[in-house]
């Protein structure tokens, strides 16, 4: 919970902060358009410090690269709050990006070590709650603070927390010792941060307009060559910072691919409600983010059920069939029309957050289950890279196919049914992926639940 709760924290503020956005370019004189400076570099910066954090958390212990990424966050936090410009906020949000980069996967690395294997599929269902109402929470969250407030409690409110989030991490985590047998891959480190950085801010600038589109697609060709360059290095390399060796591990490889799939096919999904609730059903931002938090409610229910679903049906058949409910929950939602009642809104909201906490929980104890604990900290480098990546994308592509669809139906405004198109487009992203998940034995994973089916 205390690792969830560092999570929490920074989902809270990479998503309230989008509600704040126009508040900001009021105070600092500037045009709207370029605020979204503020949430690209961010992206940016987790970007380039993730396939770091596996290393660092190896050489110095996991507890203190963890303690000192909630010390960053908070103090980022506090410049954030006094930024006087937009350079000044935008550098401290860099510094923000960084510490949210070190805080998710080392959290992963103390959990992995922490957790007896058995309890594994539970602290993961913890673990998913933050991960899942986080970002349907903050933009309430943030426009509740922006309207009795101002913009500058969106990133005051992370104090209390990073400063308790500190007292708890000393006083109940064990402090694993560091280790020097691993150096640090340099060219390894630029050829991901290139590669990265390219495509999370190529696919960002492209699914917003944040560049011209023949600028975005070079940023994306940019990552493209860098993340090749760096598959050739890694094959050679004794020590890569990002160990695709991993994908070896059955129950590694099929969690790695599978779960990218159902990322890009669902990662969009409050970006696309957004959409709907606030330019196609006219809701102001408060009441989109309360209905959207259904989803979240959903959430905390599945925790409660996830070890006894898996331990009755097993890894293989709660994935696959999981992933099939997941994509019909996703389409059902691209149904819902102006005049839907708000009770079935709800209802289907809440539904689909119950299965994709089961889905999201259920994966994140079957990527680990069979991984080393020596190997653990790479493992979690590579799982929270391409999070990021896969999430980037799913954004970056639903927004350009929605550009695509009102230029082919002449549609100057977005309408209900343009949304409708993309959401069936996720959905069939995450059915499809129970096809990767018909690849694990009917017994993978059983030690992650074995005997704990009481």
Not at 340 to 355: K, Q
Not at 368 to 395: C, N
Not at 414 to 435: H, I, K, N, R, T
């Amino acid at each position: 919970m205390i690792i969830g709760c560092a999570l929490f924290m920074e989902l809270i503020d990479a998503t309230a902060v989008l509600t704040a956005l126009p508040q900001m370019a009021r105070d600092f004189g500037e045009p709207s358009v370029r605020m979204n400076l503020v949430v690209s570099l961010y992206l940016l910066a987790v970007a380039l410090f993730v396939p770091v954090s596996g290393w660092a958390a190896d050489r110095f212990g996991p507890r203190r690269v963890f303690v000192s990424a909630i010390v960053l966050f908070t103090l980022a936090s506090v410049a954030c709050a006094c930024s006087g410009s937009l350079l000044q906020l935008s550098l401290a949000r860099m510094a923000q990006g960084a510490a949210g980069a070190m805080m998710v996967p080392v959290g992963q690395v103390i959990l992995l070590r922490w957790s007896a294997r058995e309890n594994l599929l539970r602290a993961m269902s913890y673990l998913t709650i933050p991960a899942l109402i986080g970002p349907v929470l903050g933009p309430p969250l943030g426009g509740l603070l922006v309207t009795l407030l101002s913009w500058h409690w969106i990133f005051l409110i992370n104090v209390p927390i990073g400063l308790l989030g500190i007292a708890l991490v000393v006083r109940y985590i064990p402090d694993y010792p560091g280790s020097r047998g691993r150096p640090l891959d340099v060219p390894g480190l630029l050829l991901s941060a290139v590669g990265l950085g390219g495509l999370v801010f190529g696919f960002e600038a492209f699914g917003h307009g944040l560049l011209a589109r023949q600028w975005a697609l070079l940023l994306i060709a940019l990552g493209v060559l860098s993340a090749w360059l760096y598959v050739r290095h890694a094959r050679r390399s004794a020590h890569p910072l990002i160990d695709f060796s991993l994908l070896r591990i059955p129950t590694f490889g099929v969690s790695f691919w599978g779960g990218n799939l159902m990322r890009i096919g669902s990662a969009s999904q409050p970006f696309l409600l957004v959409l709907l609730f606030q330019l196609c059903f006219g809701l102001n931002p408060l009441e989109a983010g309360l209905l959207s938090f259904a989803g979240g409610a959903g959430a905390f229910l599945m925790k409660l059920l996830a070890v006894r679903i898996v331990s009755r049906f097993g890894f293989r058949r709660t994935l696959i069939g999981n992933a099939v409910l997941t994509g019909l929950t996703i389409i059902a939602c691209g149904m819902f029309e102006v005049s839907t009642p708000y009770w079935i809104v709800v209802l289907v909201l809440f539904g689909s957050g119950i299965i994709r906490s089961l889905q999201f929980s259920t994966l994140g104890a079957l990527t680990y289950a069979d991984v080393p604990p020596e190997q653990s900290s790479r493992a979690s480098s590579l799982s929270a890279m391409t999070i990021q990546l896969t999430m980037s994308l799913s954004v970056g592509i639903a927004a350009a196919l929605l550009s695509l669809i009102m230029s082919l139906r002449g549609h100057a405004s977005l309408e209900q049914s343009d949304v409708a198109l993309v959401m069936v487009f996720g959905g069939v992203m995450c059915a499809l992926s129970g096809l990767v998940f018909r690849r694990l034995s009917s017994s993978a994973g059983s030690a992650v639940y074995a005997g704990r089916s009481g």
